[in-house]
Each structure stands twice: as structure tokens, then as C-alpha cells.
């Protein structure tokens, strides 16, 4: 039974910071790819951030590049997403996904998601 767990979401000025967590569980964690996906109020969840199995390069959609950073300890079975200079955009659910196939790429097909944590964010 495969379970992610999200953590660390809360309300922030604009401008400000926030750390979240995944921990995953009933999986291989090192061999799986993981992501971070986000859905705002009334639109599609969206890619926001994602790594490989192996903890290489990973991938960030256009808005968060140079703000978001995602890790990975595969130690703790844990993903993380740090946001700096938040936006009220950012304003969403955040999910953390896993990718069976390790690739971790914005492309993959994620198997398995967590329930979600929300982030928001006041101007």
C-alpha cells in the first residue's frame, strides 16, 4: 500500500518562503521518480516541479524557475519543495506524486499522489 503524505503548507505573505514535505511509504522510494503538481481554485492541476529516481537534474515549469527548489532524501523517504519570493499565484493545493518508472520527468506518468496540503498566498 503506497502512501504519500504531504506536509508544510500554510498561509504567507507575498514575498515570503515556505518549506514543504513528502514522505512516502510501501515503496521502493530510491527507484521512483517524484514530483510536486499543484491546482489552483477552479483550474487543472498543473506540473510545477519534479526529480529523478537517481537525484539528478530536475525539472521546473517556467513560473517557479529561479524561486521553487525541489530535493530529495531518499534516507527519509522524503521529497521537498522550497519556495522563496512567493506570489499570490502560487495559491494552490499542492500534491506530491510518484513516478514508478524513475525517470521523474514532467512527462511520466505518476502513479500514485498524495492528498494535497494548501498553500496561500496574500498580497
Known amino acids: 500500500q503506497v502512501q504519500l503524505v504531504e506536509s508544510g503548507g500554510g498561509l504567507v505573505q507575498a514575498g515570503g518562503s515556505l518549506r514543504l514535505s513528502c514522505t512516502a511509504s510501501?515503496?521502493?522510494?530510491?527507484?521512483?521518480?517524484m514530483g510536486w503538481f499543484r491546482q489552483a481554485p477552479g483550474k487543472e492541476r498543473e506540473f510545477v516541479t519534479s526529480?529523478?529516481?537517481?537525484?539528478?537534474?530536475?525539472y521546473y515549469t517556467d513560473s517557479v524557475k529561479g524561486r521553487f527548489t525541489i530535493s530529495r532524501d531518499n534516507a527519509k523517504n522524503a521529497i521537498y519543495l522550497h519556495m522563496t519570493n512567493l506570489k499570490p499565484e502560487d495559491t494552490a493545493v499542492y500534491y506530491c506524486?510518484?513516478?514508478?518508472?524513475?525517470?521523474?520527468?514532467?512527462?511520466?506518468?505518476?502513479?500514485?499522489w498524495g492528498q494535497g496540503t494548501q498553500v496561500t498566498v496574500s498580497s
Open positions: 510501501g515503496l521502493t522510494f530510491s527507484t521512483y521518480g
Open positions: 526529480i529523478p529516481s537517481s537525484g539528478g537534474r530536475p
Open positions: 506524486a510518484a513516478d514508478p518508472y524513475g525517470m521523474g520527468w514532467p512527462s511520466s506518468k505518476y502513479d500514485y
